[in-house]
DNA sequence: GAATTATATATAGATAAACTATATATGTCA
DNA sequence: TGACATATATAGTTTATCTATATATAATTC
């Protein structure tokens, strides 16, 4: 993740379950895609997805399935259930919260989140 | 810190010589400040804060000195340094970069950080 | 007067997130 | 043939923050 690794901690399962949320993915694809849609700003690492992935899975927000590949090894797909939908609200709302109040101490002042 | 508590960690570091570049303060009122600053979202533990502190003093990114209080136990304030000063203003530029990033995964488009 | 709460600092131990390093396996390109 | 991109996986490490606990004084409440 590189960038500072104090402050970029926490948020990961909520930018995977985001990208999850437009489609059904592999675990490759989610890391290229992050990178894209961040501008590349967000490298994040085999090491780090694979367990996640499996974390969100024994917790019933995601499901997986194989499926093969036009070319090389199979792929094992990730889908967001209904009940990752959910927390994946519940996790944006959190972030919103706390993005606004760490710029309310940054900058002062109000920040009513949504803008 | 309550709120998620995966997507929260992170930046405590940042906060703390944020609230130390406005002026000296002693721990308690560190915790106070904060929650006071951030309308009551953050509530950092003191077994958080004290560990904290005695890393960036370590770092000497911060230094420290006892001040008798007009009541009570001896106050132990914290001081922002030169180098104190340097490292704050890459955290917040890093925490900007972070910030701008989760907006582009969540809502998509650009984001110049700033606004 | 005794008990509780607020002020104030500190450390030990637990938990969890993300990292590095490593392993495996296939396809492509120089 | 060797390097690199694709693709998944686990073990072990590091670090942030938490909870729990300890200490001590002042103010408040019963």
Tied chains: 1, 2.
């Excluded at 974390?55 to 399935?65: C, F, H, I, P």
């Excluded at 519940?90 to 949504?114: D, I, M, P």
Aim: glycine share 12%.
């Amino acid at each position: 993740m590189e960038l500072d690794k104090g402050l970029v901690s926490g948020s990961m399962a909520l930018l995977v379950m985001k990208l999850l949320e437009g489609g059904d993915m592999y675990g490759y694809q989610m890391v290229e895609e992050l990178k894209r849609r961040s501008d590349d700003t967000f490298h994040l690492k085999a090491g780090s997805l694979y367990p996640l992935l499996h974390g969100l899975e024994g917790k019933g927000y995601v499901s997986a399935y194989e499926k093969e590949a036009t070319a090389g090894k199979p792929r094992r797909y990730y889908h967001l259930t209904k009940q990752g939908h959910r927390v994946l609200q519940e996790k944006e709302e959190s972030w919103n919260l706390y993005a606004c109040a760490v710029r309310k101490v940054l900058k002062g002042g109000v920040c009513s989140y949504g803008t």
